[in-house]
């Protein structure tokens, strides 16, 4: 990881302030943007059975993580598309649940991740190469 992508803090900013301003930041200190990955908390609610929880605590994952997922993933790309490759790393994806243990709202985000880690890949081959990906 570049100088540039090992300090990157910007506490207090909304997403979309966030994604107007770290990349073009980190792109033109690093020189380019090689590889993206999304690490933040997502205030889901494990341990409590699907039938006791309350909605907004099932949500909240699924909003938090997909909303997260696309900001990062498309800020990112647009730079990356520039340099003809990229490495956007996501953590989650799908799974069979847990049999004794409750993940709330978390492995349906991580499922709707898993789409979003595909989709978007095709896309942004596309706008690279001209073509979709083999």
Known sequence: MGPAGSELRWPGHSP??????IWPTVAAQAGRIDICFNLISHGDVQ??????????????????????TFLTS????????EQGSRVILIFGGGGEPLRNYS?????????????????????SARRVSGRSPS
């Open 16 to 21: 979309p302030r966030v994604r107007e301003c």
């Open 103 to 123: 993940l709330g709202g978390t492995l349906v985000a991580f499922e709707a991740q898993e789409a979003m880690r595909r989709q978007p890949a095709a896309n």
């Open 47 to 68: 341990g409590t059975p699907f039938i006791d929880m309350e909605v907004e605590d099932f949500v909240r994952p699924i909003d938090s993580i997909t909303r997260s």
């Open 74 to 81: 498309q800020a990112t790309a647009r730079h990356m598309a």
